[in-house]
């Protein structure tokens, strides 16, 4: 039996170029001040708060905020840290088809995270373009973003799901 794992962080470049922009506006109050080169001890103890908060966020959302996707014999299981806290698990009896696809994130679903709509469409995704629609029997669609589309294709052959006729 086959089995397909992921895992996806936001951990794109840009998201670490921000941090250092962020970090370094943090600590321009440190070289704002070179003139006098006294800066009060609340000065400091501010701007090194500053700094830990800016850290303790973007290392949170790093390391907290992840999608997993587990697919094999069963179906799929999936969640998304921290607004999953246990597991989500569908099976293939409940999911009328499935394919890989490349989708515009923003156009179709307002960007990455957790996203829902009024409709029945929800998609969960770090980053990247491509995913895997689900389309289930109740009529509801859940997209999940992957890195590895090649690789979760390769499963859906091997389990003979059925290819989503519009996506």
Not at 16 to 45: G, H, K, Q, W
Not at 114 to 125: D, E, M
Request: glycine content about 6%.
């Amino acid at each position: 039996m086959k089995t397909f794992r992921e895992i996806q962080r936001f951990d794109q470049w840009w998201l670490r170029l921000l941090l250092v922009v962020i970090l370094c506006i943090a600590i321009s109050p440190l070289f704002m001040n070179y003139d006098t080169l006294i800066l009060s001890r609340f000065e400091i103890a501010s701007v090194i708060l500053s700094i830990l908060v800016i850290l303790g966020l973007f290392i949170g959302f790093w390391y907290v905020f992840k999608l997993e996707t587990v697919i094999d014999e069963k179906g799929i299981t999936y969640r998304f840290v921290p607004f999953h806290i246990k597991s989500r698990f569908r099976s293939w009896s409940e999911i009328k088809s499935a394919s890989v696809r490349k989708y515009n994130p923003i156009r179709e679903y307002g960007g990455w995270g957790y996203r829902i709509s009024f409709t029945k469409r929800k998609a969960l995704n770090t980053k990247g373009n491509k995913g895997i629609q689900l389309m289930f029997s109740d009529g509801n669609e859940l997209l999940l973003g992957t890195q590895y589309p090649e690789k979760i294709q390769e499963i859906l052959n091997y389990y003979n799901i059925p290819a989503n006729t519009t996506s």
